[in-house]
């Protein structure tokens, strides 16, 4: 059974920081990618930030410069460090697992709220 566990949303004010956690297991395929996304209410899912198998990142141009990528394979963990917060990074987080070449996997999402 396939499991994607996030944690470490929540509230914060404009300028601060949190690390969102995405432990994934039961995949049994090999992971080509794994990534972060939100929605915010009334807006489509977007990408915000994805790693490769071969480590290269890939960023949103919103969040460039102020959120990072990184994993630990030995942890089946995925994290996204964010800084600088802004009211537009309100959203739920989903962390999404691609594997098998084609088969996506998601998250239940985490709710990152920014206040001003």
């Known amino acids: 059974q396939v499991q994607l566990v996030e944690s470490g949303g929540g509230l914060v004010q404009a300028g601060g920081s949190l690390r969102l956690s995405c432990a994934y297991s039961g995949i049994i395929f090999s992971i080509n990618a794994m990534g972060w996304y939100r929605q915010a209410p009334g807006k489509q899912r977007e990408l915000v930030a994805d790693i490769t198998s071969g480590g290269s990142t890939n960023y949103a141009d919103s969040v460039k410069g102020r959120f990072t990528i990184s994993r630990d394979n030995v942890r089946n963990t995925v994290y996204l460090q964010m800084n600088s917060l802004k009211p537009e990074d309100t959203a739920v987080y989903y962390c999404?697992?691609?594997?098998?070449?084609?088969?996506?996997?998601w998250g239940q999402g985490t709710q990152v709220t920014v206040s001003s």
């Open positions: 999404n697992v691609l594997a098998g070449g084609w088969r996506r996997y």
